[in-house]
């Protein structure tokens, strides 16, 4: 036999078993033993989670199979014992082992029937290439035989392209035989291969509790595809690689729930109606996939999206045998959907859009740290900013509010890196996001730069105000809003009531979240980016007419602005006479808060003698 050299990747192998006869129970424990056996050859430091749902009466036999298992070190067991056969959604196992999956490279979500053992891992592992996502094909044991190629019904698989048999027809053979991956907008979840830290941001997402609060396990699978070329944009995002693993069918979960009644959809009636959706219907969504949009995931525009994404796929191709007349036709007709990558690189738009590059300047704040004048002089001085969302009320390129607003953020990386695609080629040297609040989200921020070859060029400017005045800044902010537009569900309502040491002293009492506690945010900064990379600036003694802010800025970044003197425009001057109210202030604060809050200035060794 010839001699195994292990792969170095660490796999978290996430699967279900039912046990319901002693038959069943002797079988599928040697069929997991062969497979854990084979994957621990080539991926030795790979662990088993399984999920292992077992009828009360074969307690004992289970508990000394399990003793058995358990002396090879690589299994982690969750034992459920029960009399019923019931559909269960199998996620519900998975969402406590999500933050697990970050310390593997990869986790392989699979069908207990579905095997390892008799499969080609490494040629799996090594067509793959970088995607996130990759699956194999699948041929049901019996329909390989001979007899099982010449039955005209393509085998039981709703979606057949998954399906070996069609793959190994001659007229097909150089695809199969050279195991040519394809690209991918959907690949089922009876053998998945994840990307590790794409699973945990995936399932943190895609895990909801009204997705969990049932016996449905669809949704991840239909979703994933497209929140992969959202997030890693310089992959393949999925890809179906024509190896196969054999596949022994044994599931006997129920689908119809005990009274008869259809169970096999989202709807509370199956399958789902149009008069039980809401109005506003996705285009191109099936019903039954509005449903699930609607009752797990709020009708969230991130999940349509993502579930569009794999819409025409999974209608145009994967329902269709590979090679057949009918997966031919829309071939011809969705040409661009079927694209074979030998290299499994990136596609083209998709390589297009990698091309555009991370903002290699962040001005993070703080808010009403003096953000809008400096911004004014590096736009000036040809800095490139961000295209503005359509949806929001920041219309300019200075603040595109990407990691501080959830909605956004969670559209990924590309979604960030199209808004600065306008700047690919531009002779200026900077690329600028200049969101005061993404002082808050340092991990967001560290999230979408911690993979990216850019990351070593990322500069970012902090400019710190001395608390108090920072607030009354923002509270004359949010009055002259309100004076314009006082409407009661405005962010900056409770202005109209609250007085200004009102609205401060709140805010202070709020905790240990206070936004003004600059040295626990910057620390956090530290700790995710290098400290060079890092320059803090105080807006008392650095940005205010007279200080070398300008300087300090070119020599930071390493270039030579042509107006490198001076002050900085004045932007968003608040009219509000301010001074008195704010020594005012200051003498009734309790001193402990003050020194507290400043600590983030001693971090950067600003004077303290004001206070
Ligand atoms: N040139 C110049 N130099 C120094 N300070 C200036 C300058 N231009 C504007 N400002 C003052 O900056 C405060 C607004 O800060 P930001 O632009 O960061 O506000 S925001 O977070 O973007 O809303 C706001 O402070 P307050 O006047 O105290 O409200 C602005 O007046």
New binding site residues.
Partial sequence: MARITPRKECILVLTNLLMKTEEQLNDNIATLESDMRALSQWNPCSKWKVNFVVRTNLKLAFAEKLRGLMKRGDLEPFVRYTGSSARFNKFVFIKPLVQQMGDYDYVLLKDADQRIAGFPWNTFMEKKGESVISGPLRETVGESLLKGMARKNLGQQWYQLHDARSWKKPENAEDFELIKPRAAEFIEQYFALLEGRFAVWFFEVALTDEFLDQRLDWGPDLTWCGAAADTRPDKPACSLVPVVSEHLDTREIEKDSTEGKKIDCPCPTCPCQAADLPKQQSRGLALNMIGLLHYFYHDGSLFERWMLASEEYRNNFAHYGFGTEQYKKNVARFSNKTKTHHTLDASPERKNLSKARLPDLLLI????????????WLFEEGVCGATPFQDGVFSGP??LHFFDEDERFRLGKSEYLQHFKHCVGKKTRFTMD?T??SFWYPEHVYEVYKDDPDLDRLKIIV?L?EPI??E???Y??MRNLWSKDPDPKAWYRRVSTESFPEFAKKKLRDGADYKSYYAQYLSRWFQFFDPQQILVLS?EHE???GTPAKQRIGDFLGHSFRDDKG????????P?A?EELMHAYKRVLDSKVLVSMMDGSRLVGSAESEW
């Fill in positions: 704040g703080v808010q009403k740290g003096g953000s809008t004048a400096v911004t004014e200075k603040e200049a005061p609040d400019l105000r005045a920072r009354l800044s923002l004359n902010h807006y940005v205010l007419p002050a900085f425009p004045r932007v968003q001057v608040n509000t301010k």
